[in-house]
């Protein structure tokens, strides 16, 4: 074991790992606020512990953290982000997101196992969703042929994983693959999990910013198959995206 706590055998050797880890751990266990902590526990229902850095604080320590730092290659990637998922604190996590959004562009289509394995470990809204549009959505835009495994997670037993597939495209605008964005609306109108019924809602008012007219008619079409919550979620702010005729 390391000093962070990661076994580094969990995911690629990675040198710029090394150094990110033990620069990471050492400046956010430095910062830790424990009064801070369990309100941030508390707030995110208990889905790990914290160690209580507010977001401005948090991503300070991050930028003098990798200060000087190479660009990575998509290894290096993907063990800094198993790494940091493998320790316990919530904020080491959040790291690794803001990493991946920011070299999601040194990603291949051969990362999605990873991503996958991220939004299906201690998983909530906080990670998952930041995963779906920035992480995921990236590998589905340049690659499209991934379609096909989003495919299989939108009928995934894993609400998060449902969850990650109707999300991916809320980033797309124009882009958006709108026969599949419905199709999964329609393949998972019926599920029971609120967190399932509100991206539903969600990924649908998002596209309504690019095709508000689409949107409108599928639910007229389709509103009888979906929960009042997922409806008023799709239709929020509808007519003022359309704007005046």
């Given at each position: 074991?390391?000093?962070?706590?990661?076994?580094?055998?969990?995911?690629?050797?990675?040198?710029?790992?090394?150094?990110?880890?033990?620069?990471?751990?050492?400046?956010?266990?430095?910062?830790?606020?424990?009064?801070?902590?369990?309100?941030?526990?508390?707030?995110?229902k208990?889905?790990?512990?914290?160690?209580?850095?507010?977001?401005?604080?948090?991503?300070?320590?991050?930028?003098?953290?990798?200060?000087?730092?190479?660009?990575?290659?998509?290894?290096?990637?993907?063990?800094?982000?198993?790494?940091?998922?493998?320790?316990?604190?919530?904020?080491?996590?959040?790291?690794?997101?803001?990493?991946?959004?920011?070299?999601?562009?040194?990603?291949?289509?051969?990362?999605?196992?990873?991503?996958?394995?991220?939004?299906t470990?201690?998983?909530?809204?906080?990670?998952v969703?930041?995963?779906?549009?920035?992480?995921?959505?990236?590998?589905?835009?340049?690659?499209?042929?991934?379609?096909?495994?989003?495919?299989?997670?939108?009928?995934?037993?894993?609400?998060?994983?449902?969850?990650?597939?109707?999300?991916?495209?809320?980033?797309?605008?124009?882009r958006?693959?709108?026969?599949?964005?419905?199709?999964?609306?329609?393949r998972?109108?019926?599920?029971?999990?609120?967190?399932?019924?509100?991206?539903?809602?969600?990924?649908?008012?998002?596209?309504?910013?690019?095709?508000?007219?689409?949107?409108?008619?599928?639910?007229?079409?389709?509103?009888?198959?979906?929960?009042?919550?997922?409806?008023?979620?799709?239709?929020?702010?509808?007519?003022?995206?359309?704007?005046?005729?």
């Open positions: 074991m390391t000093v962070t706590g990661a076994d580094p055998a969990d995911g690629p050797h990675s040198a710029l790992a090394d150094t990110v880890l033990e620069r990471l751990t050492a400046a956010y266990g430095g910062a830790a606020d424990a009064r801070r902590a369990a309100a941030m526990r508390a707030y995110m208990d889905v790990a512990p914290f160690l209580g850095l507010p977001t401005p604080d948090r991503r300070a320590l991050s930028r003098a953290v990798l200060a000087g730092t190479p660009r990575p290659v998509e290894d290096d990637c993907t063990a800094i982000a198993l790494r940091c998922w493998a320790l316990p604190h919530r904020e080491y996590h959040y790291f690794a997101v803001d990493y991946l959004r920011r070299h999601a562009e040194r990603l291949s289509s051969g990362f999605l196992p990873v991503a996958r394995r991220l939004v470990t201690t998983s909530w809204w906080d990670t969703d930041l995963l779906a549009a920035h992480v995921v959505g990236a590998l589905v835009a340049a690659d499209p042929g991934l379609a096909a495994d989003l495919d299989d997670w939108i009928v995934d037993e894993d609400l998060w994983v449902v969850r990650t597939a109707l999300l991916h495209q809320l980033r797309h605008k124009e958006t693959d709108a026969d599949r964005l419905f199709a999964y609306c329609l998972q109108s019926g599920h029971p999990a609120f967190f399932v019924r509100k991206a539903i809602g969600w990924c649908l008012r998002e596209y309504a910013k690019t095709d508000p007219d689409a949107v409108r008619a599928f639910l007229a079409r389709e509103r009888g198959r979906f929960a009042p919550l997922t409806v008023r979620e799709a239709l929020k702010n509808i007519d003022a995206v359309r704007g005046p005729s």
